[in-house]
């Protein structure tokens, strides 16, 4: 069975930085694509950043660009999203998710809070 | 950028009716490559269509989607309790892989 579990989220001051983990399990991790959304309260999704199969090709939305890096550790069948210079309005929960070309993002976790406050 | 516009915002809609929701896309979506999810509050997404039509594997056969170039269209043929949820169409052509902003289907 996949299980994507993200870990990491809390509470940060704004400028502050935080790191995401999204361990997966259940898959040949090296396979996949994978990607970060959010949800901010009372919000829609957001698609945030996806990083290839290879880890060669990364994207990211114009809202967190050079400030998030997307990675990948495949010894230990790990992403990560490192955020740095958090704003308030990156609070969110932030959804990790798996894909594998020409296919969707097809299997999602269930999702970490990371809150920017003062 | 691809931008992906649903409606309506909100749709209120008794078990048993069906439901008719809209996602329209800026520009035409490459192959078709346009999913539908459902959302529910404090669960993972979950992708019910891709490719506009294919339905995700363990998806009842109630849910349908339709469409190609800029409009698409998922149809609920009869709405089970549990269908509702919040609903988003997505892109995943090319990035940025943009969500349209969601429509609530609600019970009336």
């Known amino acids: 069975e996949v299980q994507l579990l993200e870990s990491g989220g809390g509470l940060v001051q704004p400028g502050g930085s935080l790191r995401l983990s999204c361990a997966a399990s259940g898959l040949t991790f090296r396979n996949y694509a994978l990607t970060w959304a959010r949800q901010a309260p009372g919000k829609g999704l957001e698609w945030v950043s996806t990083?290839?199969?290879?880890?060669?090709?990364?994207h990211y939305a114009d809202s967190v660009k050079g400030r998030f890096t997307i990675s990948r550790d495949d010894s230990k069948n790990t992403l990560y999203l490192q955020m740095n210079s958090l704003r308030a309005e990156d609070t969110a929960v932030y959804y990790c998710?798996?894909?594998?070309?020409?296919?969707?993002?097809?299997?999602w976790g269930q999702g970490a809070l990371v809150t920017v406050s003062s | 950028e691809i931008v992906l516009t649903q409606s309506p915002g909100t749709l209120s809609l008794s078990p048993g009716e069906r439901a008719t929701l809209s996602c329209r896309a800026s520009q035409s979506v490459n192959s078709n490559y346009l999913a539908w999810y459902q959302h529910k509050p404090g669960q993972a997404p979950r992708l019910l269509i891709y490719?506009?039509?294919s339905r995700a594997t363990g998806i009842p056969d109630r849910f349908s989607g339709s469409g190609s170039g800029t409009d698409f269209t998922l149809t609920i043929s009869r709405l089970e309790p549990e269908d509702f949820a919040v609903f988003y169409c997505?892109?995943?052509?090319?990035?940025?892989?943009?969500f349209g902003q969601g429509t609530k289907l609600e019970i009336k």
């Open positions: 997505q892109h995943y052509g090319s990035a940025p892989y943009t």
């Open positions: 490719g506009a039509s």
């Open positions: 990083i290839s199969y290879s880890g060669d090709n990364t």
């Open positions: 998710a798996k894909r594998q070309w020409p296919d969707p993002f097809d299997y």
